[in-house]
């Protein structure tokens, strides 16, 4: 069994709210989908909690990038001054460490990425996509096996190449299990979900399915911290409590 994380978003109390849960499950592979700072205000807790899980990989995120290469014109003004302050918090070592971080992975047949199979570290598959079918047909075809696993819009759920989103809750049992039909499946948020459940979000992967899993952690404390770091806009913290 490995769990599969993504988009911690240096979210202290989430990140180990869930390493809790994957510890209580004996789990003892992880993969890290990327996006472990920005937003947040606990960038360095959250490297080195990463570092103690020893993952498969550690996965090159959009933030990651915007760290190492600047911000691109398209990020928030609000994102991007995350991240000009994370930077600051960060060690020369933790910079390099980062550097180490690929864009993709293989876990067996399946496929790692942030973002997309097309763009691994910038592009967004939003459930509206289902609509765009020219899109979503690039995407599928750049997919060497069946399947591939994404985080970086913060939504869990199933991309179908029958072109439908299923969310977490249409599942049995918050499962889906592989079919020959490709999928993409995004694995949800750890540190700011955006599905309006505040939970922190994983998946687990047993080789033929992925199981969704939502965890409570201490909201209140993040947003705290976060409202006493100026640099950081207030609403990253409200809108944990509303996951948005």
């Known amino acids: 069994m490995i769990a599969i994380i993504s988009d911690l978003h240096s979210n202290l109390e989430a990140l180990r709210a869930v390493v809790d849960d994957i510890a209580k499950k004996r789990i003892e592979q992880v993969v890290v989908l990327g996006d472990v700072v920005g937003y947040g205000p606990n960038p360095n807790e959250c490297l080195e909690l990463v570092k103690q899980l020893r993952?498969?990989?550690?996965?090159?995120?959009?933030?990651e990038d915007a760290l190492l290469n600047g911000c691109p014109d398209n990020m928030h003004p609000r994102a991007q001054t995350a991240i000009d302050w994370t930077r600051r918090q960060l060690s020369e070592a933790d910079i390099a460490f980062i550097k180490t971080w690929p864009t993709e992975h293989y876990i067996?047949?399946?496929?790692?990425?942030?973002?997309?199979?097309?763009?691994?570290?910038?592009?967004?598959?939003?459930?509206?996509?289902v609509r765009h079918r020219q899109k979503m047909v690039e995407i599928f075809a750049k997919i060497?096996?069946?399947?591939?696993?994404?985080?970086?819009?913060?939504?869990?759920?199933?991309?179908?190449?029958?072109?439908?989103?299923?969310?977490?809750?249409?599942?049995?049992?918050?499962?889906y299990l592989f079919g020959d039909e490709k999928a993409v499946i995004n694995v949800g948020s750890v540190g700011q979900p955006r599905d309006l459940d505040?939970?922190?979000c994983y998946v687990t992967f047993d080789g033929e399915a992925v199981v969704f899993r939502r965890v409570d952690y201490d909201v209140r404390l993040t947003q705290k911290k976060i409202y006493g770091i100026k640099e950081l806009d207030a609403y990253l913290g409200r809108r944990l409590e509303a996951g948005r």
């Open 55 to 63: 993952p498969q990989v550690i996965l090159m995120g959009n933030h």
């Open 108 to 129: 067996g047949n399946l496929m790692a990425v942030h973002a997309s199979p097309r763009d691994h570290v910038l592009e967004y598959i939003f459930p509206h996509d």
């Open 198 to 200: 505040p939970r922190a």
């Open 144 to 175: 060497p096996g069946r399947h591939c696993v994404v985080g970086h819009v913060h939504i869990p759920g199933v991309f179908t190449e029958d072109y439908k989103f299923i969310t977490p809750p249409e599942l049995m049992s918050n499962l």
